[in-house]
């Protein structure tokens, strides 16, 4: 089996930082990408920041110059870092990624249980 775990949400006023962090654990032989979505109520999920084996990032419009994506490796992590936050950024965060499991050669999808960061004005 494999586990997304994600922490560092929480409430923070505008203008404010946090850093979310993901932890994929389990049968995984490699990890092809992971990255960030969010969903507002009412809204749909949306890309927030992506990232690849090969460092490749991609980001929304609406984060660029903001947020940053990063991730180790080793530890199978990956963060991301939310400066100058606005209540527009306010929404449950999840982690996703895409990764190939221990003995096979498909790739799988797999999603945390979501984090959510609230932004006060």
């Known amino acids: 089996q494999v586990q997304l775990v994600e922490s560092g949400g929480g409430l923070v006023q505008a203008g404010g930082s946090l850093r979310l962090s993901c932890a994929a654990s389990?049968?995984?032989?490699?990890?092809?990408?992971m990255g960030w979505y969010r969903q507002a109520p009412g809204n749909e999920r949306n890309l927030v920041a992506s990232l690849t084996s090969d460092g490749t990032t991609n980001y929304a419009d609406s984060v660029k110059g903001r947020f940053a994506i990063s991730g180790d490796n080793a530890e199978n992590t990956v963060y991301l870092q939310m400066n100058s936050l606005t209540p527009e950024d306010t929404a449950v965060y999840y982690c996703?990624?895409?990764?190939?499991?221990?003995?096979?050669?498909?790739?799988?999808?797999?999603w945390g249980q979501g984090t959510q960061v609230t932004v006060s004005s």
């Open positions: 996703k990624a895409i990764l190939v499991k221990v003995g096979g050669s498909s790739t799988y999808q797999y």
């Open positions: 389990g049968s995984i032989s490699s990890i092809k990408t």
